[in-house]
């Protein structure tokens, strides 16, 4: 009994330490929150073969309630999730995003191929009113733009696309394309993991760390950018000193109440900075709520098996939790302040550049770069 006491002795310490020295790091910002094992089953809904030398996986979106859609080759494969009926779609797009506005869906094409190639298309953004209407180009930016990775829609006129490049670029109503970032004049070496939409003004573009011969005076710094969607100004800058996700941004979500999460990889001191392609220390989740920032930390020890290209997503469920990807699969219990963590579907899966989103079923959707669709239900 006195050898047990003394371990749990220690064990406390040693935890609050860790805490302490978090805490200090990031000041009263980082919230103490426990850990603990989860349970639920995985179930592979969808599989298409992923074409040679492409890292692809498929666009997810929850449209019109009770369909979530997926991509495949040249076509869109829709299944309620309500009766679990399956219904497909021919599409011009392969591999493409997701976004919805009304009755139309937006498909922007994700074959990674170049100009000349037999498969290239002129149009890489499709627009098709559901579910039987015919799909309309949208044209192409220009330039080195080629593969959509990701689109955001506010529901009206207005488009948002993630190409490489990379850059961002909204499409107007009369189908002209304008770029939105990075403002002329500034560059950057690497892709944006992710960008999205806070309503009713605001885009969210998460920029990773990178190097680069660019003249430091010319390169985007790491971070959040925040641009107002009226007039493509830019409105603040987000970095470490805001939440200690915004160090290594992966994914952004604003949840239904408004308040918005920031899921990225940060260090675990001064001296220990992750950058891009190298292993991150700590996961935090960061959120942004009544103008106050708040940090939690995704795990008790260092994240020795990830990297700042991990695959990352957010949703929310409908008792208001927040789920998250990153190196396994994660419920975050705010009431509780307690994380739940339930592994990965498959032995070596690779989630990297993944999507998910949460049904009112209570089940979680997520791909993976292999071009499987799977669910989780938790038990």
């Known amino acids: 009994m006195k050898t047990a006491a003394i371990a749990v002795a220690i064990a406390v310490v040693l935890g609050f330490a860790f805490v302490s020295e978090t805490m200090a790091r990031s000041g009263a910002r980082l919230q103490a929150t426990a850990f603990r094992g989860g349970m639920g089953s995985w179930e592979r809904v969808y599989q298409e073969e992923r074409p040679p030398g492409i890292d692809w996986a498929p666009g997810l979106l929850l449209f019109k309630d009770n369909w979530v859609i997926v991509t495949g080759k040249r076509r869109t494969i829709a299944f309620d999730w309500r009766t679990g009926k399956q219904s497909e779609y021919s599409s ?22 170049a100009p000349g190639d ?37 529901g009206k006129a207005n488009l948002w696309a993630l190409f490489d490049g990379p850059m961002v670029l909204t499409l107007s ?29 605001e885009l969210w573009i998460s920029a990773r760390r990178a190097g680069g011969d660019f003249p430091k005076s010319e390169l985007l710094p790491p971070g959040i950018t925040v641009l107002n969607t009226a007039d493509l100004s830019v409105k603040r800058r987000l970095s470490e000193k805001d939440c200690s996700a915004c160090y290594n941004p992966l994914a952004s979500f604003q949840d239904s109440r408004r308040a918005v999460w920031v899921l990225g990889a940060g260090p675990s001191s001064g001296a220990s900075k992750p950058e ?36 990352a997503a957010i949703a929310e469920d409908k008792n208001g939790d927040i789920w998250v990807y990153h190196g396994g699969l994660f419920r975050f219990d705010i009431s509780a302040m307690t994380w739940y963590r339930f592994g990965e579907p498959a032995p070596q899966w690779d989630g990297f550049r993944n999507e998910m989103l949460a049904t009112p079923d209570g089940r979680i959707w997520l791909t993976d770069r292999h071009g499987s669709v799977w669910t989780f239900e938790e038990k």
């Open 276 to 311: 891009i392609g190298k292993k991150a220390d700590y996961t935090y989740l960061s959120v942004l709520k009544d103008g106050k920032w708040s940090d939690y930390l995704m795990s008790q020890a260092p994240s020795k098996n990830l990297t700042a290209r991990s695959g």
């Open 118 to 154: 037999p498969s290239y298309s002129a149009d890489r953004v499709y627009k098709h009113k559901w579910p039987k209407g015919t799909w309309e180009g949208r044209g192409h930016p220009g330039g080195a733009c080629a593969n959509v990775f990701q689109l955001c829609s506010d």
């Open 92 to 113: 011009p797009a392969s591999y493409g995003v997701l976004a919805a506005s009304g009755d139309y869906l937006w498909v922007g094409d994700n074959t990674n191929v």
């Open 173 to 201: 109503s009369k189908g002209d394309w304008r770029q939105a970032f990075p403002p002329a004049g500034e560059h950057v070496t690497s892709s944006f993991p992710h960008i999205s939409l806070v309503p009713p003004d």
